[in-house]
């Protein structure tokens, strides 16, 4: 599922997880020239605990009980995803993550992936 920030899809991610199939985010980062990384929220959030904005972006996810799957070619960023993830999950306050949740609905919805049928 393409899942992030600005487009969380929470009653779908809640009825997955009532039928115990666990959600799979595609896409945490959005995409190329995504404005995600520059997202003010994200930023203030990422400064606060000395963090990459994507550490937040995708611990965010992971805090929610997603899998995540970062896209990553180069063993340092796959590296540093792990660390930078597992550092933002251990930090991340429930405050934080309703702010997070709260992005999309004040106005942020949008999907970054468009697949050639109707989504």
């Given amino acids: 599922l393409e899942l992030h920030v600005y487009n969380p899809q929470h009653k779908l991610t809640e009825y997955l997880k009532s039928k115990g199939i666990l959600p799979q985010a595609y896409s945490p980062l959005g ?3 995504s404005p995600l990384l520059t997202d003010e929220t994200v930023v203030k959030i990422a400064q606060k605990y000395s963090l990459n904005a994507s550490d937040v972006l995708i611990g965010y996810l992971v805090a929610k009980g997603f899998s995540v799957v970062p896209k990553s070619v ?5 590296a540093s ?3 930078g993830t597992l550092d933002a999950v251990k930090n991340l306050t429930p405050a934080d993550i309703e702010e997070l949740d709260g992005l999309a609905a ?5 999907r970054f992936i468009t697949p050639p049928w109707r989504v």
């Fill in 74 to 78: 180069t063993p340092s960023r796959i």
């Fill in 81 to 83: 995803n792990l660390t």
């Fill in 31 to 33: 995409s190329v020239n």
């Fill in 106 to 110: 004040a106005g942020k919805q949008r």
